[in-house]
Nanobody, 126 residues
Framework: QVQLVESGGGSVQSGGALRLSCSAT????????VGWVRQAPGKEREGVAA?????????GDSVKGRFTIFQDNAENTRTLYLQMNSLKPEDPAMYYC??????????????????WGQGTQVTVSS
């Protein structure tokens, strides 16, 4: 069973930076693509960034040039990261780590993903 656990959220001033982490366990025998999806109160879910099992990356237009997705791979455990720089007042949301076996058919859509973490809250103060 794939389990995803996020950490690293918090409160930061506008222009500041945060690094989110997602510890993934339970990957057995298949290659997984992963991503970060966020949702703010009253807003639709928004794909932030994604990385395929073979290393291709995608970013949402609102975060390009500010956020970076990367991961460490071990045999059975992976850690996915989201480095968020130059945070803006429009970035606050619950940030979720998500995973799907194989190729992500639409990597910035939330419904692409099968497995989800519990989320970590990001707050930006102006």
């Amino acid at each position: 069973q794939v389990q995803l656990v996020e950490s690293g959220g918090g409160s930061v001033q506008s222009g500041g930076a945060l690094r989110l982490s997602c510890s993934a366990t339970g990957y057995t025998g298949r290659r997984y693509s992963v991503g970060w999806v966020r949702q703010a109160p009253g807003k639709e879910r928004e794909g932030v960034a994604a990385i395929s099992y073979d290393g291709l990356m995608w970013y949402g237009d609102s975060v390009k040039g500010r956020f970076t997705i990367f991961q460490d791979n071990a045999e059975n455990t992976r850690t996915l990261y989201l480095q968020m720089n130059s945070l803006k007042p429009e970035d606050p949301a619950m940030y979720y780590c998500a995973a799907v076996p194989g190729w992500p058919r639409d990597p910035l859509r939330g419904d692409t993903y099968t497995y989800w973490g519990q989320g970590t809250q990001v707050t930006v103060s102006s």
